[in-house]
T-cell receptor
């Protein structure tokens, strides 16, 4: 199956700092999504980004499908950005319905 | 507001007992999914359903059962055959099972008494 590597595994930020999270894939993927899981377990959709760049407030994401990676940018981080960030994807087959998740990046933003 | 509602938020199971987790959506989505999350890990697919009265096993279906009698509802039963049921369970839905985003409920935490 397709392998995904999320980096870094852990990130500690001072409030106001910027950061970049990365997902690398071993093969072509579809349905690339970025999620934020907050400390209460809620899984929040950040971006659906199979290719290109999107921005939503302080967050933006870029997927370069041909080079098999996706980036999530957090600017001017706030304590509410703490939690685990997952990238998730579907494989190339139209019969593969599940989202496969990376191991996540745990982000801690300190005041 | 449209969304996915999971209940209860917390659930406790006794040995040998079956328990059912509820998932309801009012997004008019055709496809629904159940995932399991263990501490410190990502999500794994248990079952999915593309349409009413149809469902398919995911990667870790053993010890679980589902039904899809209505488009809005996709309950998950954790049976006594599931020997390690303690986990966080998340329900999701999407417009179809094509290449479209999945949206998640707030989850149910299941623990063993």
């Amino acid at each position: 199956g397709i392998q995904v590597e999320q980096s870094p595994p852990d990130l500690i930020l001072q409030e106001g700092a910027n950061s970049t999270l990365r997902c690398n894939f071993s093969d072509s993927v579809n349905n690339l999504q970025w999620f934020h899981q907050n400390p209460w377990g809620q899984l929040i959709n950040l971006f659906y980004i199979p290719s290109g760049t999107k921005q939503n407030g302080r967050l933006s994401a870029t997927t370069v499908a041909t080079e098999r990676y996706s980036l999530l940018y957090i600017s001017s981080s706030q304590t509410t950005d703490s939690g685990v960030y997952f990238c998730a994807f579907r494989g190339d087959s139209s019969n593969d319905y599940k989202l496969s998740f990376g191991a996540g990046t745990t982000v801690t933003v300190r005041a | 507001d449209g969304g996915i509602t999971q209940s209860p938020k917390y659930l406790f199971r006794k040995e040998g007992q079956n328990v059912t987790l509820s998932c309801e959506q009012n997004l008019n989505h055709d496809a629904m999914y159940w995932y399991r999350q263990d501490p410190g890990q990502g999500l794994r697919l248990i079952y999915y359903s593309q349409i009413v009265n149809d469902f398919q096993k995911g990667d870790i279906a053993e010890g679980y059962s589902v039904s899809r009698e209505k488009k809005e509802s996709f309950p998950l039963t954790v049976t006594s055959a599931q020997k390690n049921p303690t986990a966080f369970y998340l329900c999701a839905s999407s417009i179809g099972t094509g290449f479209q985003p999945q949206h998640f409920g707030d989850g149910t935490r299941l623990s063993i008494l």
